[in-house]
């Protein structure tokens, strides 16, 4: 098991603490099927594979875009993976840039590598990405199914106190998926086609079970012969709606 990232300078009242849904990203990068697929995906021995970019959408605390970014030699068989992350809250992004500070500081301490981290973005979902660029997209989204969806916060606020009442805002927005915990998701997946690297993207995306996992495979499926899906990884047999999945949607 890869040791995970510290995370204990992270002001958690304004920032998404990682929890169950964060370690099973974490146990399904680390695994040995994934890290085989992405090695035979990402080898830096074919003709023509470039430095692969991997991108969290929704960083939170930085967890796991740190483990990623850490791990990269371990993960992809390759040191010279880019990592970036975007987050609509601006706390979340600077905590994730601490957090990769800290985690690559520990690599160095014990004569280890990392990858490249290029830095994280105030935005939107995919918003701020060019398209075709992304190699692998991570999403933990907001899945707790709710009434509605909290407003958006404005993405050029600077400042640099809060309230409780605005603390408690920005990690709404990191739970609250709106009807069937899939308005966030779905519009993810609805840019997923013009994001990811045109020959080998990949994304790693989080579901529980009442986001209907079942109902979004068979939608990737119908985008047609060049798309797969499978879920990767689960959080095993557990009462109630809260069970977790991770699924791969690829290039095939």
């Given at each position: 098991m890869l040791p995970t990232p510290s995370t204990s300078h992270v002001a958690f009242e304004r920032v998404y603490e990682p929890a169950e849904d964060s370690y099973l990203l974490l146990?399904?990068?680390?695994?040995?099927?994934?890290k085989a697929f992405l090695q035979r995906r990402f080898s830096s021995t074919l003709t023509g594979v470039l430095s692969p970019l991997v991108v969290e959408i929704g960083t939170g605390s930085g967890v796991v875009l740190s483990f990623v970014d850490a791990?990269?030699?371990?993960?992809?068989?390759?040191?010279?993976?880019?990592?970036?992350?975007?987050?609509?809250?601006?706390f979340a992004c600077e905590a994730t840039v601490q957090t990769v500070k800290v985690a690559e500081q520990e690599q160095v301490v014990?004569?280890?590598?990392?990858?490249?981290?290029?830095?994280?973005?105030?935005?939107?979902?995919?918003?701020?990405?060019?398209?075709?660029?992304?190699?692998?997209?991570?999403?933990?989204?907001?899945?707790?199914?709710?009434?509605?969806?909290?407003?958006?916060p404005a993405l050029s606020n600077t400042a640099?106190?809060?309230?409780?009442?605005?603390?408690?805002?920005?990690?709404?927005?990191?739970?609250?998926?709106?009807?069937?915990?899939?308005?966030?998701?779905?519009?993810?997946?609805?840019?997923?086609?013009?994001?990811?690297?045109?020959?080998?993207?990949?994304a790693y995306i989080l579901l529980c079970a009442q986001n209907k996992p079942e109902d979004v495979k068979q939608r990737i499926r119908s985008w047609g012969r060049k798309w797969g899906v499978e879920t990767v990884r689960s959080s095993g047999m557990k009462a109630g709606w809260e069970k977790l999945q991770i699924i791969r949607i690829f290039r095939t």
């Open positions: 146990d399904t990068l680390s695994s040995e099927a994934e791990h990269a030699e371990t993960i992809f068989g390759r040191e010279d993976v880019l990592t970036a992350g975007i987050d609509v809250n601006r014990q004569g280890k590598t990392s990858g490249i981290y290029l830095g994280n973005v105030v935005g939107d979902l995919a918003g701020p990405l060019r398209s075709s660029t992304v190699d692998v997209l991570i999403f933990n989204p907001p899945y707790v199914p709710t009434p509605d969806l909290p407003e958006l640099a106190n809060s309230s409780f009442e605005d603390d408690s805002h920005l990690l709404a927005l990191s739970y609250a998926g709106g009807a069937d915990g899939m308005e966030t998701t779905n519009r993810l997946l609805d840019s997923l086609p013009g994001i990811l690297n045109s020959d080998r993207g990949c």
